[in-house]
């Protein structure tokens, strides 16, 4: 089956570590996205690249980096610059068909800092 | 950039009752988007909808995208639809296709 794999599902951080987060899609899908969902919050973008070798800053990209190298792929590092990583993060793809742009979500990373 | 504002915030129903839940947006839109989340955290399309209603079982969409807003009716409920109900506005640009989102209404639903 088509679909999204985030690894890990749970993920442990120390203060002043990076921690690497991945995401891998079997979909085709052109656009991936990462996305950060706080308790009781809506979800916010992070980052999403369009293309391989390609991507673009969203609404909270400070203290995270991303890379592109294969259309499958596309993981997301939480450096320690981001001074409160502790959340649910959140990766997508779309694919377009006309107007419409489909959805499939991972099923998510939960990183905590001890 | 756009505010999209969900209502209510929490919501406790009972097994077989019926639900509306509201979505408000600041700006006009092009399309939009409703999503749940269960309670492991995975997120569904549910519907896409720029305007009028689409139904899909016991769950229909409406969208009155000259007024601002849109509402999803949940009928009969049921324990599996518990979860978080957001709605989100998309930004094409290429594509890509971002998203943003309400703060969500939190349904449980009880035997």
């Known amino acids: 089956d088509g679909g999204i794999t985030q690894s890990p599902k749970y993920l442990f951080r120390k203060e002043g570590q990076n921690v690497t987060l991945s995401c891998e899609q079997n979909?085709?899908?052109?656009?991936m996205y990462w996305y950060r969902q706080d308790p009781g919050q809506g979800l916010r973008l992070i980052y999403y690249?369009?293309?391989?070798?390609?991507?673009q800053k969203g609404d909270i990209a400070e203290g995270y980096s991303v890379s592109r190298e294969k259309k499958e792929s596309f993981p997301l590092t939480v450096t320690s610059a981001q001074k409160n990583p502790t959340a649910f993060y959140l990766c997508?793809?779309?694919?377009?068909?006309?107007?419409?742009?489909?959805?499939?979500f991972g099923s998510g990373t939960r990183l905590t800092v001890v | 950039g756009i505010q999209v504002e969900q209502s209510p915030p929490d919501l406790i129903l009972q097994e077989g009752a019926n639900s509306t839940l509201r979505c408000n947006f600041s700006?006009?839109?092009?399309?939009l988007q409703w999503f749940h989340q269960n309670p492991w955290g995975q997120l569904i399309n549910l519907f896409y909808?720029?305007?009028g209603t689409k139904q899909n079982g016991r769950l229909s969409a409406t969208t009155v995208a000259t007024e601002r807003y849109s509402l999803l009716y949940i009928s009969s409920s049921q324990t599996t639809d518990s979860g978080v109900y957001f709605c989100?506005?998309?930004?094409?640009?290429?594509?890509?296709?971002?998203?943003?989102f309400g703060t969500g209404t939190r349904l449980q639903v009880t035997l």
């Open positions: 997508a793809s779309t694919g377009r068909t006309g107007g419409n742009y489909g959805y499939t």
């Open positions: 979909l085709n899908h052109d656009a």
């Open positions: 690249s369009q293309i391989v070798n390609d991507f």
């Open positions: 700006d006009s839109v092009n399309n």
């Open positions: 909808i720029p305007s």
């Open positions: 989100a506005v998309p930004l094409n640009t290429g594509t890509a296709s971002k998203l943003t």
